[in-house]
């Protein structure tokens, strides 16, 4: 009796374990962002290997992004980005970590529009930050998509004065991620 | 007369000019690929090196990296559960399992995964 009772607990604390565990990732999220300025060069890059994690139970949602994983167009731009302003060797990565308000998992058909809450991690320097986004669900893939816009100088970012007519001073910000339930 | 050849070779200096700082501006990109790699290093052991904080040298650095097929993503696969690698052209004939040798850019250490990952990469066994 005792140790079924035993059992019984044991098995129960491994189930709820095993629910709120229960997470959402990706390694090939794409993070897109543009400051072009109109009749200059495009000032754009890509990075498509970008980490995701997000629990389906409460809502958390973690991305990291590699900045050498940045790709530009012109290869001049990519170093200059890397050297000079993001200082990539100095500050490999760039971190967002946060809550996605509101959210229920069980809900996700419903409900598509979202406000994740947290912080942002870019250049060694942390900024509070309120994204809204879209999460849907299709055939077991969580997609979530978001448009956003960072300033430089938020992040210590010091673009020289010679350069600084070509590029803007918001950063569109786009990122999509295709998460799928960890095996 | 003299004023002709001052003129011309002033228009063949602006000439020179504008070609070598266009070719500096829109030089190639590195060509991974073709790059002799500088270290060859198998997957759990490439992991080892960044997790006790000995890898910062090997970033943006050409490598040459071995291991078992762990998982397999979109464009990429995962080796040994350590090593991420996106490659250069995504159709790729492998499954998981298969023993592999690659060579690609170490672009750093991702903690959420503790993977490190490494892009453009080809396939060399």
Known sequence: MKTNTLLSIILFAYAVTAIGQEKYITKTGELTFEASVPSFEEVRAKNTNVSAVLEAETGNFAVLALMKGFRFKVALMEEHFNENYIESSQYPKTTFKGTIKDFDFSRLSEKSEYTILGTITLHGVEQQVEIPATISIADGTLLLAAQFVLRPEQFNIKIPSIVSKKIAEDVNVAAVFKLQKQK | ?125
């Open chain 2, 1 to 125: 007369m003299k004023k002709k050849r001052i003129f011309l070779i002033l228009i063949l200096l602006f000439a020179v000019g504008g070609f070598l700082a266009y070719n500096y501006v829109y030089q190639d990109h590195r060509d991974i690929k073709s790059e002799t790699s500088q270290l060859e290093i198998s997957a759990p052991y490439l992991l080892e090196r960044f997790k006790t904080n000995n890898g910062d040298d090997l970033l943006n650095k050409t490598i040459t990296v071995t291991g078992t097929i762990s998982s397999m993503e979109e464009g990429a696969i995962t080796l040994n559960e350590s090593v991420y690698a996106q490659f250069l052209e995504p159709d790729l004939e492998l499954k998981e399992a298969d023993n592999v040798v690659l060579k690609g850019r170490c672009i750093g250490y991702d903690e959420l995964f503790e993977i490190v990952k490494l892009d453009q990469c080809t396939l060399i066994k």
